[in-house]
């Protein structure tokens, strides 16, 4: 028993080193949707700052929420599985939930280049946008709608039906 405790907690330090050692070559970042820059404006770095520290702290509160009725496990090994669980359920639940909260203020998490494409290609669809010329307003007046009330109200033919 011993030796599988040891076993199962070398493999998991393996895991942890392996994992330290390996850097994306294109990380994930946080970018506003409108393509500004944080850097070219100390404002927007607050409102970042701010919309960080709310969603981390949703996401955190989900996280607990989400995993305080899983059980517990019985014995050491079924503890064991059971707090591994916990952690990435909680894990998986905290991200999506701060992910979504950062959508809601205006924050997508891509990849450095998925972001870049993103902005190049919003500001292309603007320059398009922009120069196409709006279409000449009618002069003719929209046709008056009957109201809701009219059509409810209106008087039905009951004698009028298949025949």
């Known amino acids: 028993m011993k030796i599988i405790v040891a076993l ?3 493999l998991l330090l393996a895991g942890c080193v392996a994992q330290a050692e390996t850097v994306p070559e294109d990380p994930l970042v946080w970018g506003r949707v409108d393509c500004q820059r944080l850097a070219d404006n100390p404002v927007l770095q607050v409102d970042f700052e701010q919309a960080r520290t709310i969603c981390s702290s949703r996401g955190q ?7 305080a009725n ?7 090994a079924g503890a064991l599985v059971a707090g591994m669980n916990k952690g990435v359920v909680g894990s998986q639940i905290g991200n999506a939930t701060v992910a979504g909260c950062m959508g809601e203020m205006g924050y997508l998490m ?3 280049s998925e ?10 669809h603007r320059k398009r946008t922009a120069s196409v010329p709006a279409a000449p307003k009618s002069t003719k007046p929209a046709p008056k709608l009957p109201s809701l009330a009219a059509i409810v109200n209106a008087p039905t033919n009951a004698t009028s039906g298949p025949k």
């Open 8 to 10: 199962g907690g070398a």
């Open 61 to 67: 509160a989900a996280s607990i929420a989400t995993t």
């Open 70 to 76: 899983m059980p517990d496990g019985h014995g050491l």
């Open 110 to 112: 891509k990849t450095r």
């Open 115 to 124: 972001h870049l494409a993103m902005c190049e290609a919003v500001l292309e």
